[in-house]
């Protein structure tokens, strides 16, 4: 078996969706130990605001590249995305949207509601329960990769290969492992019942699904309705932010904030800063599933996983078994967010096994075929002049033989 590490163009921009979102980790890390600030109502209009914020800027930053360059004729390009100037949109009918602007207002709405009620699933809702482990439901992010995949194929019509069909199942299996080890070593007792657990596993897939559901919309107003990422991003933390005004009408979300008069200075540096990288967070979000794919994207949100669950078994005493470390608890699970990193990046194709196939219909292996064929075209070509020169030069002496 070989295996072989390859670096696609524009990697930057999913790591460094990968690195906003871990500072932003960090942050998290820093508020709950030290004001005891945890899956708060309050993150949510905060982080469409980071939305609006990161929209307006880079939309507006782009518009400046591109009025400084309106002499130039060659294409124009901002982090890697083609800039498309109205009047080209008129006179090349390719880059005529799908859909009507009702219709694109509406998928945008959409988009912004899914990511709503998913935020409010995993950060708010499911950290409450306290029925499952803590990392549990980033355990499962991988499922998120499996939806995507489905809605790629099925919604946008796209193919998927050997090598993605493959790393599904491998995802998936270990997935289902991950559930029947949570099942196994949580214990059950008059106040946790199966149903309990399972309600909170329903709650994890549906927050999985409308992760997936959300980048599938977007790819779709990127790729056919031709939107730009920092509009729609913008107006996704408008419609996001104004459906967080519904959140006012819990007596949870004035709670949350009373509980902190004493350290108002720390809550508000901590809060702005969470703005401030959930705006970093979702510009390169929005770039990355632009220039790759949704599962692409996906992948960003799991494979920090391996690093992360080092800290929710020493600062946040997860993975006890009736108050007490359980090592194979952790070990296990450990191992499997490992192979879920790892096939997802053979998915994404940032790792190419070369083993049943699985390289054959990847983007490095097509582009080595097709250098090959040019290469021997060009060799075909130099042949085929070869053989003129030789046939001139073979008349040329058969007509001085003659004249001799």
Same mark, same amino acid.
């Given at each position: ?44 209009? @905060?982080?469409?605001? /980071?939305?609006? &914020?990161?929209? +307006? !800027? ?7 590249? $591109?009025? =400084? ?98 790393? @599904?199942?491998?995802? /998936?299996?270990? &997935?289902?492992? +991950? !559930? ?7 214990? $059950?007792? =008059? ?214």
């Amino acid at each position: 078996m070989c295996i072989k590490f390859a670096c696609r163009r524009n990697l930057i921009y999913p790591a460094q969706y990968i690195l906003w979102g871990f500072i932003r980790e960090l942050i998290n890390m820093a508020i709950v130990p030290i004001l005891n600030f945890f899956c708060s109502y309050i993150y949510m209009p @905060l982080m469409f605001l /980071g939305q609006i &914020l990161g929209g +307006v !800027i880079f939309y507006l930053y782009e518009k400046r590249i $591109m009025s =400084s360059k309106k002499e130039e004729k060659e294409e124009k390009y901002f982090m890697a995305i083609k800039l498309i100037e109205n009047e080209k949109d008129q006179e090349n009918d390719y880059f005529v949207p799908l859909d009507n602007k009702i219709r694109i207002i509406f998928l945008i709405f959409l988009s912004a509601f899914c990511n709503a009620v998913q935020f409010l699933l995993t950060h708010i809702i499911y950290p409450r329960h306290k029925l499952f482990s803590i990392s549990f439901c980033p355990r499962l992010y991988g499922f998120s990769t499996i939806f995507a995949a489905f809605f790629y194929v099925y919604a946008l019509k796209l193919p998927i290969y050997r090598h993605n069909q493959i790393s @599904l199942a491998i995802i /998936g299996l270990c &997935l289902i492992v +991950v !559930i029947i080890l949570e099942f196994y070593f949580k214990p $059950m007792d =008059s106040l946790v019942t199966k149903i309990d657990l399972f309600k909170s596993l329903v709650i994890i897939i549906i927050s999985q699904i409308l992760i997936a559901c959300k980048d599938s919309l977007e790819k779709y107003l990127f790729e056919y309705d031709f939107m730009d990422p920092f509009i729609v991003l913008m107006y996704e933390g408008i419609f996001g932010f104004l459906l967080s005004f519904f959140l006012f009408f819990d007596e949870n979300y004035v709670k949350d904030v009373k509980k902190y008069e004493n350290n108002k200075v720390a809550l508000a540096f901590s809060l702005i800063s969470y703005m401030i990288l959930s705006g970093g967070k979702n510009v390169f979000r929005v770039v990355t599933n632009k220039i790759y794919s949704p599962m692409t994207k996906t992948l960003s949100d799991y494979i920090l996983n391996p690093i992360y669950l080092w800290y929710y078994y020493g600062a946040r005493d997860d993975f006890k078994i009736n108050g007490n470390f359980n090592i194979w608890f952790f070990s296990i699970n450990f191992v499997i967010s490992i192979i879920i990193s790892i096939f997802g990046c053979v998915y994404n194709e940032f790792i190419i096994l070369f083993f049943c196939k699985m390289e054959h219909d990847t983007h490095y292996q097509i582009s080595r075929r097709s250098n090959a064929m040019n290469e021997l075209s060009e060799i075909s070509i130099f042949d085929d002049e070869d053989e003129e020169d030789d046939e001139t030069e073979s008349t040329l002496s058969a007509n001085s033989r003659k004249q001799i």
